[in-house]
C-alpha cells in the first residue's frame, strides 16, 4: 500500500509564488520517479514536472523555466517551487509516483491551487 499525501496548495496572486510539498510512505521501491500533474475545470490531465530517484527531471512546456521540481530520497518527499505564477496556473495539482512503469502510478488525493489575476 503506497500513500501520497500533498500540502502547501492555496490562493496566490499572479507573479507570486508557492511551494508544494509530497510525502510518500508505504512498499516502494528505492528506485522510482515521482511527480507532479495538474488538472483545470474541464480539461485533462497535464504534465507539470517529474524527478527521477537519480534525479533526472521533466517539465511541461507550460511551466519550464517557471517551476523547479527537487527531492528527498531519504524521506520520499518532493516538492514543486512555482514562480511567476500565472491565472492559467489555476488547476488541482496531484502528487504520483511508479516504478515499474507509469501504468502503476499511485496518486494523491490532489491540492487545489488558485492563481488570482
Known amino acids: 500500500q503506497v500513500r501520497l499525501v500533498e500540502s502547501g496548495g492555496g490562493l496566490v496572486q499572479a507573479g507570486g509564488s508557492l511551494r508544494l510539498s509530497c510525502a510518500a510512505s508505504?512498499?516502494?521501491?528505492?528506485?522510482?520517479?515521482m511527480g507532479w500533474y495538474r488538472q483545470a475545470p474541464g480539461k485533462q490531465r497535464e504534465l507539470v514536472a517529474t524527478?527521477?530517484?537519480?534525479?533526472?527531471?521533466n517539465y511541461g512546456d507550460s511551466v519550464k523555466g517557471r517551476f523547479t521540481i527537487s527531492r528527498d530520497n531519504a524521506e520520499n518527499t518532493v516538492n514543486l517551487q512555482m514562480n511567476s505564477l500565472k491565472a492559467e496556473d489555476t488547476a488541482v495539482y496531484y502528487c504520483?509516483?511508479?516504478?515499474?512503469?507509469?501504468?502503476?502510478?499511485?496518486w494523491g488525493q490532489g491540492t487545489q491551487v488558485t492563481v488570482s489575476s
Open positions: 524527478i527521477t530517484s537519480t534525479r533526472s527531471t
Open positions: 508505504g512498499s516502494i521501491f528505492s528506485f522510482n520517479t
Open positions: 504520483c509516483i511508479w516504478w515499474i512503469s507509469p501504468d502503476q502510478t499511485y
